[in-house]
Structure formats: structure tokens, C-alpha cells
């Protein structure tokens, strides 16, 4: 079993006590029947009660198929618990099984994806996703029958502080009674979010931050550059998730800053010019064709943007503190930005952003935004 256990856990950074402890347990075949595994989702919480619930469930000789399927977490015998909110494609209460798709591509994609990850992946950032009551009675539903394969069973609950009281009550004595051979496996980000019931009913393993340097070897393994991997991994403070996502930031700041100049300056060269008119409607198509959260973020770039540009402007450059991925030159945009029009300008990309978070039509706020930008960075001092 130990080799399939190193398998499952090839590509887990550090933890390197927490993971012979817990192959420990299985070596001598003393396995806690309800586990809590205590720490941010940055780091590896979740890969580590992957690769644990797969070696308990796969068993001793287990088949290639048995194996597959506990990789692609389709393993019958491995349930997934995990806070959903409603959706505009999903029912009034929903529970973690309208969802099993869409969290095994979250999983496969963002394997240090943070709940905040998770919510947006579902397009319900700004929702407070929970794991309610009947996700607690499916739970039960399924560990009372025999395993499919004739093993061990697992259930893992991503972030179970997220259990409402009625689910953690309803929870609690399949928790402190399990059937044979039943694993519950819980994350949670701190202990004492749970109900003392159940947290004192778990075995806790507390996971702390990785090493810098092995977070760094794993960004350049994805191909950042070295300099970048050492001033990221020490920036992220243990946290692989958080580590990722300040790289992603980097790779978005040169996107939304390459958006920004194509817009500007079309913008600008729109005024009494059909041509390039046409142009500015056709950025506004395209930029509408993004993700709302990218559009928000973009827009919220640009309002960053034009506030260091008057700062600029009036010789504030140490307060505009403006890093450009590209090769704009901040300076020379400043001269077209000052008192007259900061306000209406900022004003306008707030209304933008604030529309599109009531669900309005991005391709007309958009439009409309582009033309009331070509009239005001040509609007005088």
C-alpha cells in the first residue's frame, strides 16, 4: 500500500512529517475514523486527503481501474462534501452532487484553490456558500450501505466549518459512530470553527506553511523565471494557492495593461473619426465577451491607472507608485489627465463596474463608456 501512498502523494509539497504519520496509520491498519486535517487551502490540505482517502480505499492490491478512477475522483466508494450556494443554473437548494463536475474541474485546475477560488469558479463570488442539511443526510444516505468495491468508504468535507448547526447535528453521530470500515475526512481552516461535538470527536493533524524554497522550485518547474519564483515564494509566506495566484496576478497586470493602452488611444483618435470609431466599438465587443469578473477587474485596473496618471500629472510620481508591465510610458499619458476630468472619468468606471454587478448588458456599457472616455481626454484643463 505505501507505494501507491507515495504515488498519491508524489506531487504533495513538504508536510513531510504529517505524511509518515499518516502513512503510519495505515501501516499498522489503525486508521482514526473521522480525521481533521487543520490548515489554509494553500497548502495541500485538500491534495493531502486526496491521496490519503485514495490509499485507504484502494486497499492493499488494489486494480488498475480501482486506481484510475480514485485519480480522476470518480472512485464510488470517495464522496465529496463541500459549501454550494444557488446558482443561476441549479435549484433552490442545492447540495454538493448538483456540483460533482464542476468541482472535479475546479479541483483538477486549482489544486490550492482557496473557497474564495471555488465560489468564483461556481459564478457566485459574492454569495456565502454553506454546507446545509441535506448535504448532511445524503452523507448518511451513503455510508450506510456496503462499500462498492468491498473496502474501506471516505468522505472528505472541504471546509467543514461551513456546515450549518442543523448539518453538523445531523452529522455528529455518523461522525461518532461510523459504520465499518467508514472514513470521514474534515478540512477546515481553524479547529475551533467547528462545533466542539464534533471537533472533539476527529483526530487533528495541523498543516503548516511550505518551504519557500520548494514553492519556488515548483514555479519554475511551471516556467517562471527564478528571480520571480524566489520574490513570489517569499511573498507568499508558505502558501503554494497564494503563490500561484500572485504569479496569475502578474500575467493579469500585462494582460489588463496591453487592454488599457489599445483603449486609450483608440479612444483618443475616435473623435471626429468614423474609422476608428468603428475600432472603439469593436474593443467594446471584445471586452464584453469576457468573464463579468474580468471585466470588473479590469475596470478596477483602469480606475488604479488613471489615478496614478494624475498624480503624475501634478509631479506626485512617489505617490502614484505605477510599475508598468509593458512598454507604457505613464508620463506621457499623464498630460491628458488632470483636475478638470479625473472625477467624471473615475465616476464613469465606477458606475461601469457597478452595473455590470447588476447583471447589465456588458457590451452596452461598454460602448457607452468608450464614448464618454474619447470626450473627456479631450476635455481641457
Not at 87 to 114: I, Y
Request: with cysteine.
Amino acid at each position: 500500500m505505501f507505494v501507491y501512498l507515495e504515488m498519491f502523494l508524489n506531487d504533495v509539497l513538504g508536510h513531510d512529517v504529517q505524511k509518515r504519520s499518516l502513512a503510519g496509520s495505515i501501516a499498522v491498519k489503525r486508521i482514526p475514523h473521522a480525521q481533521l486535517f487543520e490548515g489554509t487551502d494553500g497548502n495541500g490540505l485538500l491534495k493531502v486527503a486526496l491521496a490519503y482517502a485514495n490509499t485507504v480505499v484502494c486497499g492493499d492490491n488494489p486494480s488498475e481501474a480501482s486506481i484510475r478512477k480514485a485519480l480522476r475522483m470518480v472512485h464510488p466508494d470517495i464522496h465529496f462534501v463541500f459549501p454550494t450556494a444557488v446558482t443561476s443554473g441549479t435549484k433552490t437548494k442545492p447540495t454538493s452532487n448538483d456540483f460533482l463536475n464542476k468541482w472535479r474541474g475546479f479541483v483538477s485546475e486549482q489544486p490550492f484553490g482557496s473557497l474564495y477560488n471555488w465560489m468564483r469558479y461556481l459564478e457566485a463570488e459574492n454569495k456565502q456558500g454553506i454546507i446545509s442539511v441535506n448535504d448532511a443526510l445524503s452523507v448518511i444516505e451513503k455510508v450506510r450501505f456496503k462499500s462498492f468495491e468491498g473496502g474501506w468508504k471516505c468522505v472528505i468535507i472541504w471546509h467543514a466549518e461551513k456546515l450549518t448547526l442543523a448539518a453538523s447535528n445531523k452529522l455528529l453521530k455518523s461522525i461518532e459512530e461510523p459504520p465499518a470500515k467508514t472514513l470521514f475526512i474534515l478540512l477546515c481552516p481553524n479547529a475551533y470553527k467547528l462545533i466542539a461535538t464534533i471537533r472533539s470527536r476527529c483526530q487533528r493533524t495541523h498543516f503548516g506553511g511550505v518551504e519557500p524554497s520548494l514553492i519556488a522550485q515548483l514555479l519554475e518547474k511551471k516556467g517562471v523565471a527564478k528571480t520571480l519564483s524566489a520574490a513570489v515564494a517569499s511573498q507568499s509566506k508558505g502558501n503554494v494557492g497564494k503563490a500561484l495566484d500572485l504569479v496569475d496576478q502578474q500575467n493579469e497586470l500585462v494582460q489588463y495593461e496591453e487592454w488599457f493602452v489599445n483603449w486609450v488611444r483608440t479612444a483618443f483618435r475616435a473623435k471626429a473619426n468614423k474609422a476608428v470609431v468603428l475600432e472603439l466599438s469593436k474593443w467594446s465587443q471584445s471586452l464584453a465577451s469576457k468573464g463579468i469578473e474580468t471585466q470588473k477587474q479590469f475596470l478596477s485596473f483602469t480606475i488604479q491607472t488613471f489615478r496614478a496618471a494624475l498624480m503624475n500629472h501634478y509631479k506626485l510620481e512617489a505617490v502614484a507608485n505605477f510599475h508598468p508591465k509593458t512598454d507604457f510610458k505613464l508620463e506621457r499619458f499623464a498630460s491628458f489627465i488632470h483636475g478638470a476630468n479625473i472625477l467624471p472619468i473615475i465616476t464613469s468606471l465606477e458606475d461601469s463596474i457597478y452595473h455590470l454587478s447588476r447583471n447589465g448588458s456588458p457590451q452596452m456599457i461598454f460602448t457607452e463608456l468608450s464614448f464618454k472616455l474619447t470626450r473627456l481626454l479631450h476635455s481641457k484643463a
